[in-house]
């Protein structure tokens, strides 16, 4: 999707200086507490770190590959993930405000309990990812694979779920009223009729729906 286009989604953007420094973690630990600001961090791997309520603050990730990770209560703020792999590392409880995470490995996430405002997802692999008890509120989820993604008891306040795969996916919980979910593909969907009511689906996705609550839908001929 194009600038133009991502501009009118109601998604804050990340905001960046334009001079910002190279840093690397090359044998560095990360502690509790510690803060990075202002800087660019390229092609590392960030392994087997242990730490809570870190705060990055304006910082660029590009084609980082994060390993072995736990960084509860995280806070990221003005951060921009590109090319990234976080796939199966533990960010419960993160406070997340204007990120963006773009054509980024994300399986397997661990969110839980996580607080999200203005954030992107873009292009990524969020299978099996767990939002449980996640609260969302100007959030965008645009082309992810979200395939047996955790939202359960999550709150969802204008949220967006553009062309992302939904197969599998477990609401249960979780209210759908406004969510659009019209554009995303799903061969089944873990969520109850109440969880459901005010959601917008499409007609072929009704039929999906019917089945899972057991329902026949009848031709009637003319």
């Known amino acids: 999707m194009d600038k133009k286009n991502r501009k009118n989604a109601n998604v804050l953007r990340p905001n960046m200086p334009k001079d910002m420094e190279p840093f690397t973690f090359t044998d560095r630990n990360i502690y509790t507490e510690d803060v990075f600001q202002l800087r660019v961090i390229e092609n590392e791997v960030i392994e087997n770190q242990t730490a809570e309520k870190v705060c990055f603050d304006q910082i660029i990730f590009k084609n980082v590959t994060f390993d072995q990770i736990t960084f509860h209560k995280l ?4 951060v921009i993930f590109e090319k990234c792999d976080l796939s199966n590392i533990d960010l419960s409880d993160a406070i997340m405000h204007r990120v963006e995470m773009n054509d980024c490995k994300i399986l397997g996430l ?5 607080t999200l405002r203005n954030v992107l997802f873009h292009n990524c692999y969020a299978d099996f990812a767990t939002f449980r008890f996640a609260n969302c509120k100007q959030v965008k989820f645009e082309n992810t694979s979200l395939c047996n993604a955790d939202f359960y008891r999550s ?14 996916a ?6 759908l009223a406004g969510i659009d979910i019209s554009s995303c593909p799903f061969d089944g969907l873990g969520a109850t009729l109440e969880d459901l009511q005010g959601c917008i689906i499409s007609p072929e996705q009704a039929v999906v729906l019917s089945r899972t609550f057991g329902l026949i839908i009848k031709e009637i001929e003319t």
Do not use: A, F, I, P
């Open 75 to 78: 806070e990221l703020t003005d």
């Open 110 to 114: 661990n969110l839980l309990g996580s």
């Open 155 to 168: 709150e969802l306040m204008k949220v967006e779920l553009c062309e992302s795969n939904l197969d599998q």
């Open 170 to 175: 477990q609401m249960s919980g979780t209210k």
